[in-house]
């Protein structure tokens, strides 16, 4: 896709939201699938569709435009779809760059922050993950500016990275990993590595800490053969945050208090908020599926990506789970 400005990118992304439009919202002759979420997953799935249905209507509903603007991610930040949105239009892929807020099972009807309803016979939701609350002393709106996850937020990425470019060449930098609902292991070493590795490369006289609050240590493990240089703390050695001061930069362990110059706080996830408003997700927070990604709550509705219960969550499986989506 040749590069755009945002302002192009956008207009254009609006043009392929009124191609929905000309759908028919209550048209019941060929099938009309409906795929909520455009990253992995989801633009993944739609041409998956088309292939396999060719005759049928597809349309796929983004909130983010940045999500299908094609080509490789910022450094810490969520990975976009596989392919852009001219590659989802010139397949007859219809895209609305909107957000989903109701989902009427009975009636087979979206409700769009629009305003727009949206019919379908086939849907298709692909939502993500969202952060879960913690109960944590000193973890509010502050501490959450101050130490950004970047974890899914391109504006959190690039403050982190501009806060890594601040780091004193013997300061402390702290990642910071849940203890439960790490919802993504696979990527939380590989950001692990990544922060090493720029240390080592750019600030050689600083040092790195992660506190993992899990109990046991296969992350840790796997750093380590991995040639991670950095101290892991895991629950039993301290890995546990009990409050925290983010403006003096101040984290009280299970082990003692850490002073750190820059840290990636990471919280705990659940499935995305629509996966919530649809009523797919079960006390877990996640989305109980069967081995084809079909909800257990709501078998008209497939889950894509890593909202599912048990998904591996990585970029190969919600890559995965959309190719195979053809319920």
């Given amino acids: 896709m040749p590069e755009l400005s945002r302002r192009r990118f ?7 939201s009124a191609l929905s439009a000309a759908i028919p919202l209550t048209a019941r002759g060929a099938g009309r699938n409906v795929i909520v979420g455009g990253g ?4 993944t799935a739609a041409l998956a569709l088309r292939r396999a249905r060719p ?5 796929l509903i983004e909130r983010d435009p940045s999500r299908l603007a094609g080509g490789p991610a910022a450094r810490f930040a969520q990975p976009g779809a596989p392919v852009d949105l001219a590659t989802l239009r010139q397949a007859g892929i219809a895209v609305a760059l909107d957000e989903v807020t109701e989902v009427d099972w009975r009636a087979a009807r979206l409700s769009l922050f629009s305003g727009r309803l949206m019919a379908f016979d086939r849907l298709l939701l692909a939502p993500g993950t969202t952060p879960v609350a913690e109960a944590l002393d000193g973890l509010g ?8 996850a970047a974890w899914g937020s391109a504006r959190e990425a690039r ?3 501009a806060q890594l470019s601040a780091l004193p060449t013997s300061g402390h930098l702290v990642l910071r990993l849940p203890g439960t609902g790490l919802s993504h292991p696979d990527i939380a070493l590989a950001r692990a590595l990544e922060l090493d590795r720029w240390l080592r490369r750019n600030r050689p006289g600083a040092r790195m800490t992660v506190l993992d609050g899990a109990p046991d240590a296969p992350l840790a493990a796997r750093f380590r053969a991995r040639g991670g240089h950095a101290a892991w ?3 039993d050695d301290g890995g546990t945050v009990l409050r925290l001061d983010a403006p003096r930069g101040v984290i009280d362990t299970s082990a003692g208090r850490l002073y750190a110059d820059v840290v ?3 919280t705990p996830r659940q499935a995305g908020q629509i996966a919530q408003i649809a009523g797919l997700t079960d006390e877990s927070g996640w989305c109980p599926c069967d081995g084809a990604g079909r909800s257990l709550i709501r078998r008209s509705a497939a889950i894509l990506g890593d909202a599912r219960r048990d998904a591996p969550r990585s970029i190969a ?3 995965a789970s959309g190719a195979n989506a053809l319920v």
Avoid: E, M
């Avoid at 005759?55 to 349309?59: F, R, S």
């Fill in 317 to 319: 499986s919600a890559l």
């Fill in 10 to 16: 956008t207009r254009s992304l609006l043009a392929a």
């Fill in 159 to 161: 403050r982190l990275a």
């Fill in 233 to 235: 703390h895991t629950a």
């Fill in 141 to 148: 709106p502050v501490a959450r500016h101050l130490w950004p």
């Fill in 55 to 59: 005759k049928d209507d597809i349309l």
């Fill in 264 to 266: 990636n706080f990471l």
């Fill in 40 to 43: 992995p997953a989801g633009a």
